[in-house]
């Protein structure tokens, strides 16, 4: 499965022209929990503050309750943006138990892209230095594989960084990446590849159809704005048609002829019967 998602939807997402010039790919990994049972296959206990951040059981007071213990897996994703960010697409991604380390995000081009210690590329370190108005200093580095970056811009595209927390919470609280119905790992990691490359899918339809200011909103948002927002009659006459408002169709059928209306009237009842019968005789699905 991982295989097949991660040779499929690059391919897909090339051959749709989705592929942004910069070549800009940002390597995450995520948390999903699963329900508090212990036969959830391949799942391990992790301790977790309350706002879900993973935390070190050394360093905190276990017997503190806003740390708990969830089952659940680690999403690692190679996810594709551009700049604006105009989309948010899933290009790899990989369900795996976690007991190690937690996991650090690298940003960077898609060439090249690894982890710190296997990473065969020079790397370019870019130190920033801010100082607030009471004149504290705080210093930190961000590290790229991208050797052409200026120094200011390795922390913009830095920025990108609160983007991907956002579209992490939209899939799983509003894609129903989250909840995991069977505890077989094959079949979680079926429902949370499907959901990505829907997930993926559809943000990339969004974005060639020049939607893409709906792809930074929630997926009931999005179907609210995409959904009809007038209702309309079409008449159609000799490959001729028109659309009219339902006061529109209502006004015209209140100033035929009495001749015209009773004929019409006719062929109404006759529409209604015919729908009525359709609904009677379907089968179902």
Request: glycine share 4%; hydrophobic share 40%.
């Amino acid at each position: 499965m991982h295989e097949w998602f991660n040779r499929q939807v690059p391919r897909c997402l090339y051959d749709l022209k989705l592929l942004d010039s910069e070549g800009l790919f940002i390597g995450d990994a995520s948390y999903l929990f699963v329900p508090d049972n212990e036969h959830y296959e391949k799942s391990v206990e992790l301790l977790f503050d309350e706002h879900n951040h993973r935390v070190d059981p050394q360093e905190v007071d276990l017997r503190d309750k806003r740390y708990q213990w969830p089952g659940c897996y680690k999403m690692v994703s190679l996810i594709h943006v551009n700049r604006a960010p105009d989309y948010f697409l899933v290009a790899a991604a990989r369900l795996v138990p976690d007991s190690l380390p937690q996991p650090r995000t690298l940003l960077g081009m898609v060439r090249g892209v690894s982890s710190w210690t296997s990473c065969p590329l020079p790397l370019t370190a870019v130190i920033n230095r801010e100082i607030n108005p009471e004149g504290e200093v705080q210093d930190w580095v961000l590290v790229t594989t991208a050797p052409s970056w200026s120094a200011a811009h390795t922390p913009a595209t830095y920025k990108l960084r609160p983007a991907i927390e956002e579209r992490h919470r939209q899939y799983k609280c509003f894609w129903s990446l989250a909840p995991m119905t069977s505890r077989n790992f094959s079949l979680v990691l079926a429902h949370a590849l499907f959901v990505l490359r829907a997930y993926t899918l559809f943000q990339g339809h969004l974005f060639l159809r020049h939607l893409q200011e709906l792809n930074r909103r929630t997926r009931p948002r999005i179907l609210e704005r995409l959904g009809p927002t007038v209702e309309v009659v079409a008449v159609y006459y000799r490959q001729r048609f028109c659309l009219l408002l339902l006061p529109e169709f209502a006004e015209i059928l209140l100033e035929v002829a009495e001749a015209a209306r009773a004929k019409l009237l006719r062929k109404m009842r006759l529409l209604k019967r015919d729908v009525y019968d359709l609904l009677e005789t379907a089968g179902s699905p």
